[in-house]
């Protein structure tokens, strides 16, 4: 078989990664944005600041300069609710107060309701001891019972022998 020349072959086709077209599309915008810095006339829309720099990660999350994590669409890794518990832990006077106050509550509940729980197991085995003594006590009322009816049984089958 005869191989066509260089210039007649069908180009190649690789499989290009979802990190790989983030980096593109990030360094797409970045130069699209310098090109704009570098020359203002050119430019149709107010001047932006320019982008964090960035370096991938391991896990293929991008990585800002100030080390927060960024998804690969672009969005902060962290979510609304993690934001808003950092909000509240940040310290400023009456906000740690009341932060404190309701530990504290929660704490002194945590242990109310421990103690309640306590109380709760030591009346049931107060009652558990109770009836097993009262099942210990049956039982020897019922083994001096039967020690009562083999003497019994004894005494009439020597009253019957004997008459």
């Not at 391991?58 to 800002?64: A, E, I, S, W, Y």
């Not at 969005?75 to 530990?103: E, F, N, V």
């Not at 001891?129 to 019922?142: C, R």
Request: with cysteine; glycine share 4%.
């Amino acid at each position: 078989m005869s191989r066509p020349p260089s210039s007649q072959t069908t180009p190649q086709f690789y499989r290009v990664s979802e990190r790989d077209l983030t980096e593109i599309e990030l360094h797409s915008v970045d130069s699209i944005n310098d090109l704009h810095r570098t020359h203002p006339e050119h430019s149709h829309k107010g001047m932006r600041p320019p982008r964090p720099t960035y370096t991938p990660s391991p896990n293929g999350n991008l990585r800002t300069h100030d080390g927060t994590a960024v998804s690969q669409r672009g969005h902060p890794l962290s979510s609304k609710w993690q934001r808003r518990l950092q909000d509240m832990l940040t310290p400023s006077s009456s906000r740690a107060y009341a932060m404190g106050c309701a530990i504290i509550t929660l704490l002194l509940l945590t242990v109310l309701l421990i103690f309640y729980f306590l109380v709760q197991q030591g009346s049931a085995i107060r009652m558990l001891t109770e009836a097993m003594k009262e099942k210990e006590a049956a039982t020897h009322e019922l083994t001096l019972l039967i020690q009562e009816l083999q003497e019994l049984r004894r005494n009439m089958t020597a009253m019957r022998r004997g008459t």
